[in-house]
């Protein structure tokens, strides 16, 4: 039986531990990145519906009509 060298084992189990949170990271804010560009996509629709809607209200003259 081949005798434990714990130090190289301790090594490997970081090594592998830190590549997984690298790339539990990597997901996590390719994740936000998307959420965050539909997120400003709708705002963007939103503040130009209510931009378009105001622009009208302010621009109607009663003395036109």
Known sequence: ?????????????????????QRLQGLFFAKVSTYGHLLAGAAHSGLTTI??????????NPQAH
């Not at 039986?1 to 949170?21: G, H, V, Y």
């Not at 931009?51 to 109607?60: E, G, I, K, N």
Request: aromatic share 6%.
């Open 1 to 21: 039986m081949l005798p434990l060298n714990l130090a190289t084992i301790d090594k490997e189990a970081r090594q592998l531990r830190t590549a997984e949170l």
């Open 51 to 60: 931009s378009t809607s105001l622009r009208h209200l302010f621009s109607w």
